[in-house]
């Protein structure tokens, strides 16, 4: 969850038809995600046409290349950490796996509007799930609370599989996120403002807050941030608050893969060129949260008061799991990482 965030942009795949109308034919591009030329990254989606054999005759369309695929290989079999909320009793959250954070933080870099609060109501294991819960509450002087928790000096992450199922919300101003924050600085030891670039930050799922299914991926650094040369994918998910889904990150000294359902949907590379673009090779604590309104909706500040439904409100993350399963003892990156 980067500060200054503008609003996501989204690459759309759509559908294809191809039909014989009045003598004529029209044919229409097929779309699939695949992969940009650029040295760095993949996202975006590339067409395959459909051709027509002749006027009234059939039509053959060039065989789609096979659905990509993940690589297990590199990852240890077994996960060295997970959070399996389906066997966690109803209540407070583990508080040695976990911290609650509370506050807003001068709205966390964007201008959010929520108050993380350490409540049962906005926070708590219920049901089988982590639920992180936002609630129209007046609250410390503000008009919002929810919840927000992290890792920090309890588990830290360097490379690895990491897996998050979960439901989302949906609504204007509702805004989720998993995400990876630098655990020490060793590339500055400013983690604030302009400093957070210099270590990086992997945004390994956000939702839009449009009102949508849409999620987007992210990773930051000094070279690649909001608006300069931005490195985002976006994935629309179905269904994405009725059913659970799993959100994932493969990381290695190589790469950075995201994932839903096991389809990866953007690659960052790592192009080798220091740490103004791959920062990505130090541990990392992992974060999760429910962000109500701020600068990515505030697009929708005409339609609704602070650009936030409150109609939709409450509205929950719920967490079914979160494994994590490091690299291969075999797997090595460069200079011996």
Known sequence: MPRFRP???????AGAAAFVAAGALTGIMLYEHGQQPHPAESKGIHATPTHAASLLGTLSATPEAPAPTLDASPFATTPLWSQDFSKMPDGPLDPTNWNIITGNNNGWGNNELEYYADQPSNVQVKDGTLVLQALQQKYQGFDYTSGRVDTAGKMSFQYGRLRITAKLPEGAGVWPAFWLWPSGSKYSSNNADSGWLANGEID????SSQDDNTITASAHSVNHYPDHNERTGSYDVSNISDTYHTYGLDWTPQSLIFSVDEHP?????NPGSGPNDWPYDQP?????????GGDM???????????VDAQRLPAAVAISSITYQPLAASTTGPAGQ
């Open 7 to 13: 609003e996501q942009t989204r690459a759309i795949a």
């Open 204 to 207: 390994m799922m956000e939702g």
């Open 265 to 269: 949907f953007y690659t960052v590379n």
């Open 284 to 292: 990392y604590d992992l974060r999760l949260n429910l962000a109500i």
């Open 297 to 307: 909706s505030s697009n929708l500040a005409q339609r609704y008061a602070d650009g």
